[in-house]
């Protein structure tokens, strides 16, 4: 399976954008990028996710780089509720279990 | 949609003693995931279902575990002879379709506590 790395935690002072980046080096071509997040107690909730081309919704947006090596989540505005586990997964037609590593833990400081 | 449903949301028994859970994925999802998720860790997958096929277990899923789905909707995970060390949080998650541009939606858990 193709790995991810992210850093384990992150701060980011409220109603600021935060940038959650994400390292996939051995990503195939056919490797879609998800993020999902977890908050507390709660199981893991979808975020977003994309192949190729930069990704926007009601949540995030997520920039893909041109070699797709490597992502990064935005998320445009932070509030408390934002503060979650969020992790970044590989999947493909032939991978199509959701493989979790350990995340980025988000603080939100107010 | 009501979302993913799971229950017990909590289930506290005795070591040794059998315990079944249950999950009600989206209608008309045909893929249905379980995991577990032990104190700091991320969740660890367990198995999944096309329908009511099992497609795949993960090495996690000793004997003593089992999940069938057998109308290809709700789906049961059953522990037999629980351990202190299968307390956890089991996850249940369903999905509309194949491939990796698809979205999975997670219910809120079962929480295990084996004493």
């Known amino acids: 399976d193709a790995k991810t790395t992210q850093p384990n935690s992150m701060e980011s002072n409220e109603e600021e954008p935060v940038h959650l980046p994400c390292n996939h080096s051995?990503?195939?071509?056919?490797?879609?990028i998800h993020w999902y997040r977890q908050l507390p107690s709660q199981g893991p909730e979808y975020v977003i996710h994309?192949?190729?081309s930069n990704v926007n919704n009601r949540m995030a947006s997520l920039a893909i780089a041109e070699d797709r090596k490597s992502s990064t989540l935005i998320l445009h505005r932070a509030t408390l509720r934002d503060a979650a586990v969020y992790y970044c997964i590989l999947l493909n037609f032939g991978n199509e279990k959701l493989t979790f590593g350990t995340g980025t833990r988000l603080t939100i400081i107010p | 949609d009501t979302g993913v449903s799971q229950n017990p949301r909590h289930k506290i028994t005795k070591r040794g003693q059998n315990v079944t859970f249950r999950c009600d994925p989206i209608s008309e999802h045909n893929r249905l995931y379980w995991y577990r998720q032990t104190l700091g860790q991320g969740p660890e997958f367990l198995t999944y279902f096309q329908n009511e096929a099992q497609l795949e277990k993960s090495r996690l899923l000793s004997d003593r575990f089992s999940a069938e789905r057998p109308k290809g909707s709700f789906s049961t995970l059953e522990i037999q002879r629980t351990e202190q060390g299968d307390s956890a949080m089991y996850l249940c998650?369903?999905?509309?379709?194949?491939?990796?541009?698809?979205?999975?939606?997670f219910g809120q858990g079962t929480r295990l506590t084996v004493v």
């Open positions: 994309g192949l190729t």
């Open positions: 998650a369903s999905s509309r379709k194949q491939g990796g541009n698809t979205e999975a939606f």
């Open positions: 051995t990503i195939s071509g056919t490797d879609y």
